[in-house]
């Protein structure tokens, strides 16, 4: 299966500033590019590209003094297996002091996800007798995907897990956000995820394509994904950038006063 996939993002700026954007596919999928991807910055601005600590793809355009549009733009052809996602039934949840170091991190609370918070005594009542591994983890994705009412008109950026749990409404990060803080609480690492997700084998969403949010847990000895937000597996998943949470993976994070004039994405099946 081919996947195209395109942004086009023009924003009101008042310079001089500084935009980090990570709108390039995750070096995980580089090798399923069907040509390097080239991001386009209208005006051409300087821009530094860089990795951050978490492997993903960034990059910095310097605006100077007198701009005040910045147009980010591009497009590319993904490679994908066309498979749904796995289901993992049998992966096990390790012991903490089992765990790698490295996965630590996916374990404490962030910015978006208060894990020493009161989700903490109900994440342990609401799940505390379900079984180790993945049953516990499609519990918890069942419980949010229940819990939180879609309302692509009530996204709210400063809402996190906590805030979510509470107003029972929210968006794919928040769904995201929630399962993510739950899992930790229940000593499951789990980081978040921002990609590409088209309307492939399902019914066209009746609102403008996005970006998307999941998440992923480490059982097993390796990282599985999960979309609390559907709670179905899908096809055509793309990442973009992995982070604790949200805070960690901005598409576009302005350094200044600024408006977003357009906004439009595409991820769709094409044929070979």
Do not use: K
């Not at 993903?56 to 003094?65: D, E, I």
């Not at 993945?134 to 419980?143: K, L």
């Not at 492939?200 to 059982?219: H, K, N, Q, R, T």
């Amino acid at each position: 299966m081919l996947i195209r996939i395109g942004y086009d993002i023009e924003l009101a700026l008042t310079g001089p500033t500084a935009v980090v954007y990570m709108l390039q596919v995750h070096p995980d999928r580089g090798h399923d590019l069907v040509a390097p991807e080239h991001p386009l910055v209208d005006p051409p601005f300087w821009t530094d590209h860089y990795s951050d600590c978490f492997g993903n793809r960034c990059a910095r355009v310097r605006v100077p003094a007198g701009q005040h549009r910045l147009r980010l733009y591009g497009s590319a052809t993904v490679r994908d297996t066309g498979w749904h996602d796995p289901q993992p039934y049998d992966a096990i949840q390790h012991p903490v002091d089992e765990l790698p170091t490295d996965t630590l991190q996916f374990l404490l609370p962030s910015r978006y996800c208060e894990v020493d918070s009161e989700l903490l005594p109900f994440a342990w009542n609401q799940f505390g007798h379900t079984p180790l591994g993945w049953a516990r983890v499609q519990a918890i994705s069942d419980y949010v995907h229940r819990h939180i009412r879609f309302d692509y008109g009530n996204a709210d950026r400063e809402r996190t897990a906590l805030g979510g749990w509470r107003q029972g409404t929210g968006v794919c990060r928040d769904y995201a956000h929630l399962a993510v803080t739950l899992c930790r609480c229940m000593n499951i690492p789990a980081r978040y995820v921002t990609g590409y997700l088209g309307d492939i084998g399902v019914p066209i969403a009746p609102y403008p394509m996005d970006f998307s949010a999941w998440f992923e847990v480490y059982l097993g000895g390796r990282w599985h994904t999960v979309d609390a937000r559907h709670n179905v597996p899908r096809i055509g998943r793309i990442v973009i950038a992995r982070g604790r949470d949200a805070a960690d993976v901005p598409i576009t994070m302005v350094f200044g006063q600024h408006q977003l004039n357009r906004f439009d994405i595409v991820t769709e099946e094409v044929m070979a």
